[in-house]
């Protein structure tokens, strides 16, 4: 299997553009997770979905921040508009929900916002 | 409110020593906790968990501790080798799947 897989890798944008990053899970899992990386706040969990239903999204920053996940392969974390402060490293994870706890995580995508 | 603390950001150990990273939690909700290890440019990776049921587990070089009437649990590596160098990151979860991480320890292994 291919693990979680990312993209891009790398953003960089400017202020006030939508910005939208894309994760695929491990197939058969069926819980998925954005969490946000910075270096003042940690690792923090924005959203998590099982079985493609939003279970958990207190963790969005703001309502520029939206997450879908249309089918059990697929899902996006959007921002619009975009602001410097959004600069972070996002990660996805996903993990088959019968082992919830352990999470398989992709390699993350470093935003810049300018 | 930070539910998970990991109160030491780095830790510095010789080759062959023991390793212990620590972690604090405030809430009595969470019964499974792991440990995750992160190297740089890289996604964090599992390690070792405990379910709050045990006050135990060990995997290898890898050990890890819990102490539930205190909420605090250890993750013990011996003997450290500098291959073990990275971010280590403690997170804790409810049953109902929601994780906290705490903001990581950055083991260093000298050889």
């Known amino acids: 299997d291919a693990g979680v897989i990312q993209s891009p890798r790398h953003e960089v944008t400017e202020m006030g553009q939508e910005v939208t990053l894309r994760c695929k899970p491990i197939s058969g899992h069926n819980s998925l997770f954005w969490y946000r990386q910075t270096m003042m706040r940690g690792l923090e969990l924005l959203i998590y979905f099982n079985n493609n239903v939003p279970i958990d999204d207190s963790g969005m920053p703001e309502d520029r921040f939206s997450a879908k996940m249309p089918n059990a392969s697929f899902s996006t974390l959007k921002i619009q508009p975009s602001e410097p402060r959004d600069s972070a490293v996002y990660f996805c994870a996903s993990s088959f929900r019968g082992n919830y706890n352990e999470q398989f995580f992709g390699p993350g995508t470093r935003l810049t916002v300018l | 409110d930070q539910q998970v603390k990991q109160n030491s950001p780095s830790l510095s150990v010789q080759e062959g020593r023991i390793s212990i990273l620590n972690c604090d939690y405030t809430?009595?909700?969470?019964?499974?906790f792991l440990w995750y290890k992160k190297y740089p440019a890289e996604g964090p990776t599992f390690l070792i968990s405990i379910s709050s049921i045990k006050d135990k587990n060990e995997d290898g070089r890898f050990t890890v501790f819990l102490n539930k009437s205190a909420k605090h649990l250890s993750l013990h590596i011996v003997p450290s080798q500098p291959g073990d160098s990275a971010v280590y990151f403690c997170?804790?979860?409810?049953?109902?799947?929601?994780?906290?991480f705490g903001d990581g320890t950055t083991l260093t292994v000298k050889p």
């Open positions: 809430n009595s909700m969470f019964d499974y």
């Open positions: 997170a804790a979860y409810t049953n109902a799947g929601k994780s906290t």
